[in-house]
């Protein structure tokens, strides 16, 4: 079974950082793009990273671009977003998804094939 189970959310104040990770289990994670998406309250989702199988292709939301960045450990099966002078609108779910298509870096649903249950980024002073 394919799971994605994210940690690292909470609580920061704007200007603050925070380090989100994702550990993926059920499938050869090295093979498959995978990307961040954040849910804002109240609004429509928001493709906010991604990263190619090998850790070598990333590209990024332009309202997050030079703040946060993506990474991977293929060893350790894990995706990371380290995201810094975090910003009131930056408060979201944020959730990790792996590629249907292996060498495609997943923003739309008919490219998603699993969503992780996500967790929650609150920037408040």
């Known amino acids: 079974e394919v799971q994605l189970v994210e940690s690292g959310g909470g609580l920061a104040q704007p200007g603050g950082s925070l380090r989100l990770s994702c550990e993926a289990s059920g499938f050869a994670f090295s093979k498959y793009s995978m990307s961040w998406i954040r849910h804002h309250p109240g609004k429509r989702q928001e493709w906010v990273a991604g990263?190619?199988?090998?850790?070598?292709?990333?590209d990024y939301a332009e309202s997050v671009r030079g703040r946060f960045t993506i990474s991977r450990d293929n060893t350790k099966n894990t995706l990371s977003l380290q995201m810094n002078d975090l910003k009131a609108d930056d408060t979201a779910g944020y959730y990790c998804v792996k590629a249907v298509i292996r060498e495609q870096i997943p923003k739309y649903e008919n490219q998603i094939d699993t969503w992780g249950r996500g967790t929650q980024v609150t920037v408040s002073s």
């Open positions: 990263i190619s199988p090998d850790g070598g292709r990333f």
